[in-house]
């Protein structure tokens, strides 16, 4: 993967006392965690245009990675093989609900997103957690591989021209908390270690869908 840019933003890093005031006030939970098992998370800053995150470290399944010019053809291909993982294509022969969000971590060859490497993953079941089934084409990996992300989500149908949009405005955003004093804050580095993106919804829902693109960070 290609040196990615760096930007020279604050990270806000907020006492625990307000980090409790703004534990309720980051984006809404997806509709369709309410009937999914959706991977958790904690809200460290919550923002107009994005929001910082922590996520434990949990088991996911993950597809080998796949080098495509198209978000959209290797995601297709990928989620169609974490599918059929869950649906009992596996070395036990298990069934598991579906959960989301859809996880896709993105290796981009260059700075934009063409011609980039693809990893797809599903959140495993709190049932599977410890002893997530193998399989030959869909292995289990822990995740996150870093400590935070910074999260814009957005809807609509996610596509390759969408994500790209959607991660400069996010990194546009980052960089502009350097003049938001109001806040204590630390210098971060800017250098962003992983472009991802996370789908809650089937292809064949139309209404209420939710979106992020997520730049991952230690």
Request: glycine share 6%; hydrophobic share 35%.
């Given at each position: 993967?290609?040196?990615?840019?760096?930007?020279?933003?604050v990270?806000?890093?907020?006492?625990?006392?307000v980090?409790e005031?703004?534990?309720?006030?980051?984006?809404e939970?997806?509709l369709?965690?309410?009937?999914?098992e959706?991977?958790?998370?904690?809200l460290?800053?919550?923002?107009?245009?994005?929001?910082?995150?922590s996520?434990?470290?949990?088991t996911?399944v993950?597809?080998?990675?796949?080098s495509?010019s198209?978000?959209?053809y290797a995601?297709?291909?990928?989620?169609?093989m974490?599918f059929?993982?869950i649906?009992?294509?596996?070395?036990?022969?298990?069934?598991?609900?579906?959960t989301?969000?859809?996880?896709v971590?993105?290796h981009?060859?260059?700075e934009?997103?063409?011609?980039?490497?693809?990893?797809?993953h599903f959140?495993?079941?709190?049932?599977f957690?410890?002893?997530?089934?193998?399989?030959?084409?869909?292995q289990p990996v822990?995740?996150?591989?870093?400590?935070?992300a910074?999260?814009?989500?957005f809807?609509?149908?996610?596509?390759d021209?969408?994500i790209?949009?959607?991660?400069?405005?996010?990194?546009?955003?980052?960089?502009?908390?350097?003049r938001?004093?109001s806040?204590?804050?630390?210098?971060?580095?800017?250098?962003f270690?992983?472009?991802?993106?996370?789908?809650y919804?089937?292809?064949?829902?139309?209404?209420n869908?939710?979106?992020e693109?997520?730049l991952?960070?230690?």
């Amino acid at each position: 993967m290609g040196q990615m840019k760096k930007f020279g933003f604050v990270l806000l890093v907020l006492s625990a006392s307000v980090v409790e005031q703004i534990e309720g006030k980051g984006y809404e939970k997806p509709l369709n965690c309410g009937h999914l098992e959706c991977a958790p998370y904690t809200l460290i800053h919550s923002h107009p245009e994005f929001e910082i995150r922590s996520y434990s470290k949990a088991t996911w399944v993950a597809t080998p990675p796949i080098s495509s010019s198209s978000y959209t053809y290797a995601v297709s291909i990928g989620f169609k093989m974490l599918f059929a993982y869950i649906r009992g294509n596996n070395d036990a022969a298990v069934k598991m609900n579906m959960t989301a969000p859809v996880l896709v971590n993105i290796h981009p060859r260059t700075e934009h997103l063409q011609n980039s490497t693809y990893v797809v993953h599903f959140y495993m079941p709190q049932k599977f957690q410890r002893n997530p089934p193998l399989s030959a084409e869909a292995q289990p990996v822990e995740l996150p591989q870093h400590k935070y992300a910074a999260v814009r989500r957005f809807g609509g149908f996610m596509d390759d021209s969408n994500i790209s949009v959607q991660l400069s405005a996010l990194k546009k955003s980052l960089k502009g908390t350097g003049r938001d004093k109001s806040s204590a804050s630390i210098q971060h580095s800017g250098r962003f270690l992983l472009y991802s993106a996370a789908g809650y919804n089937s292809p064949f829902e139309h209404e209420n869908r939710v979106n992020e693109v997520m730049l991952w960070f230690d």
